[in-house]
């Protein structure tokens, strides 16, 4: 007889007292079980694994042989164990499905098809047809992800053939033909393994951990359920209130109703305006309809102090605000809730420092590993933070920090090198252009330049008479004259003819420049062997290449342009990014079969919008104050919690497009939204309301 879920769920306020519980349920190994078998704990995010590891060897004094997973590849490790010939590596992912699509999106067949033609016509036709292509293909490949997770149903229907004149459903049955998709893998696993009757999973370990993860969809939940079945799930729940709370009725909710005062529903007005998202998990969790939970309840009241801690407390019984109205002389003389106005972003990170600086004095225990300050988009304050807090180095006002959640490669000179090469089909090479080129750092070193050769190489140029484009032929490519005065041929055969001459009297037509200074040639050996690395470069890319030829040729022109070896440990970490972009690149094209050419502005693009995207190998917690981005779930508690940039239009963010995104077509349409369906603003909300529970002394905005 099937043995029934054995599914606990813990729930409570604090993220620290939930940790307390999983470190001493890891003490209990359960019978039959070797010491040496790892523990499985699913995180929604990275950064919580570093706080937990800390967290857990606090108490223990170590925390080794833990396996951390997030919730997707946990599923993945399910799906494979127990469906056969199940390869979860072989199902189309998003890095695949762009290129996939990409391919539809530029097969005339497949663009001719009636729904496809009559939608999407009218955008794709253009000059720029490929580059409207891949920005389409890759927006919609991150929406059918979304799909995957929260509308399983439809894309199944769509693999039917149901749908034949939606022009997505189109879409997606052309990109997927032939390829396996994790909805498919979920759904033939909930078949097998979801009911009361059905059998328990295999290949899985005796217990397993899900801490904070608040994120996950219904389907996920599910096979955690099923898992239940095979093994103990311990499921650590953070709620900002004790009761339940998966009936609230939010404001724009009651606006909509008949009731007499729509603004007074007996309801705390925090947890009704901030509190949709976890709302819907709650109501999931606890509907029964998926899981039966059996409840642990850890809550801590919050220690009384400020106004902040008033909020926290009337969110944790879940009723307005209590008491009187508060004198505006104890207001100002309250510093657990601050509020501040600045006009850029430079003098916010100013104010922040200035304030911290006062808390730090006012409370000797309160230390700089204390304090986290987020932002929306870590890499608009990055400068200021670096100019502000690190400009204090050294001195009596230095405050220790670190950046987490930063794009590694943001200020990457070897991933800005890949961008420029890439631009050498529309580059005009002003004489600035290539002299800012080879002041690279990595080329420096790779010609062995200084500051002073730079200089040197500059006023050379300057006076040689280099203005712009490489000879007569690249002007005319770029619709100029085919004329080569002013251009680099033009000046270097001044410079050569000049060391030759010894004069200035013309040669064949040309005025040489005579006024090399003959123990410094280097510099201008190193400028003439860049401009022929330039000039292949500009061939190359000034055509469209398979993804397989692109690989090579961005690696044959990095390797001549790159020293054998990194300039420090930074610099090696960087170029093995760089370079593992480009294999994933042409392995990614290569896995999704596209083998049509490609043109520099689209490869262009797609290594922009991977070197912008966020290091989750970057340190978090690793001492001083934690400043990071603003993402969903990011909830680890700090004694004092900043936000900077909370301005119109940033935070929250703004809905997608519903032209592409039907989920968020279908937030606001009856009928259409379900239960747990993702809003980003209403996650954003819910953030910023874990975040005002998360912060146990005071928060900063």
């Known amino acids: 007889m099937p043995s029934a879920p054995d599914f606990r769920l813990y729930h409570g306020n604090a993220l620290d007292v939930l940790a307390e519980l ?6 209990n190994v359960p019978p039959g079980t070797s010491l040496l078998e790892p523990d499985t704990i699913l995180i929604p995010q990275p950064s919580m694994r570093r706080w937990l590891q800390a967290t857990l060897a606090e108490r223990h004094g170590i925390a080794a042989n833990l396996r951390f997973l997030t919730p997707g590849e946990f599923v993945g490790e399910v799906l494979a164990a127990n469906l056969p010939g199940h390869d979860d590596a072989r199902t189309i992912e998003p890095s695949r ?19 496809v033609a ?18 389409l293909a ?17 894309l199944l229907a ?6 034949r004149d939606d022009w997505q459903a189109e879409l997606w049955r052309r990109a997927t033909r032939g390829i396996a998709h994790r909805a498919q893998a979920i759904d033939r696993f909930l078949r097998a393994f979801d009911g009361a009757d059905a059998p328990a999973p295999r290949g899985l370990p005796a217990r397993i951990f899900a801490f904070a993860c608040l994120n996950v969809s219904p389907d996920v939940l599910r096979v955690m359920t099923a898992a239940a079945r095979g093994a103990t799930v311990h499921f650590y729940l953070p709620t900002p209130t004790r009761k339940y709370w998966g009936d609230l009725v939010t404001l724009r909710e009651r606006l909509g109703t008949d009731a007499d005062d729509p603004l007074d529903g007996g309801e705390n007005p925090l947890l009704a305006a901030w509190g949709r998202a976890g709302r819907d998990f709650i109501a999931t969790l606890f509907s029964y309809e998926i899981v039966a939970p059996r409840e642990i309840e850890a809550y801590a009241d919050p220690r009384p102090r400020g106004l902040l801690q008033r909020l926290q407390l009337d969110i944790l019984e879940r009723r307005p605000a209590q008491g009187g109205t508060l004198a505006v002389a104890t207001i100002e003389r309250d510093c657990t809730l601050q509020v501040h106005a600045c006009h850029t972003r430079a003098r916010e990170v100013e104010v922040l420092h200035d304030q911290l600086r006062a808390l730090f004095e006012d409370d000797p225990t309160l230390e700089a590993r204390d304090v986290a300050v987020m932002t929306p988009d870590i890499n608009l304050y990055a400068p200021a933070i670096a100019a502000v807090f690190g400009g204090a180095h050294g001195g009596a006002r230095f405050i220790p920090y670190t950046v987490a959640d930063e794009s590694s490669l943001s ?11 890439l631009g050498l089909d529309r580059a005009r090479l002003t004489s600035n252009e290539v002299l800012d080129l ?10 062995d330049l200084d500051a002073e050769s730079i200089d040197r190489v500059r006023g050379w140029a300057s006076a040689a008479g280099a203005r712009w484009g490489l000879d007569a032929a690249h002007r005319a490519r770029l619709g100029a004259p085919a004329e080569d005065g002013f251009t680099w041929r033009f000046a270097l055969d001044r410079l050569l003819l000049g060391h030759a001459a010894g004069d200035d009297a013309d040669i064949a037509g040309v005025a040489p420049w005579p006024d090399l200074e003959g123990h410094a040639l280097d510099a201008l050996d190193a400028l003439i062997e860049l401009l022929a690395v330039i000039e292949r470069a500009v061939r190359e890319v000034s055509n469209a290449h398979t993804p397989a030829d692109w690989q090579a040729v961005l690696t044959t022109t990095l390797e001549a342009l790159l020293p054998p070896n990194p300039g420090d440990a930074a610099d090696a970490r960087a170029r093995d990014r760089v370079f593992g972009e480009i294999d994933a690149f042409g392995r990614a094209a290569a896995e999704a079969g596209l083998g049509d050419t490609l043109p520099a502005d689209v490869v262009r693009a797609h290594f922009a919008a991977r070197f912008a995207e966020p290091d989750a190998r970057q340190p978090f917690l690793a001492g ?16 004092v919690i900043g936000l900077l940039g909370l301005n119109d239009r940033d935070f929250p963010r703004q809905e997608p497009s519903p032209v592409l995104n039907r989920l968020a077509a279908a937030l606001d349409t009856p009928g259409r939204r379900r239960r747990g369906d993702r809003s980003v603003r209403d996650d954003d909300r819910f953030l910023f309301l874990q975040l005002l529970t998360a912060a146990s002394d005071v928060l900063y905005l």
């Open 97 to 115: 499905l762009v290129w996939r699509l990409y391919a539809v999106l530029q097969d005339p067949a497949s663009r001719s098809a009636a729904p």
């Open 438 to 447: 080879i002041a690279l750092p990595p080329l420096m070193r790779r010609f």
């Open 118 to 135: 009559a939608t999407l016509d009218r955008y794709l036709d253009g000059p720029d047809r490929a580059l409207r292509a891949w920005s």
């Open 411 to 421: 200020a990457s000179p070897v991933a800005d090198l890949v961008l420029r090469i």
């Open 22 to 27: 999983l470190a001493g349920e890891l003490r």
């Open 158 to 163: 769509w693999d039917r053939g149901v749908d």
């Open 138 to 154: 890759r927006a919609l490949a991150d929406v059918f992800t979304k799909y995957q997770a929260w509308r399983r149903d439809w």
């Open 624 to 639: 001083g104050v934690t400043f990071c981005r603003m993402v969903p779930m990011r909830l680890i508690p700090f004694r």
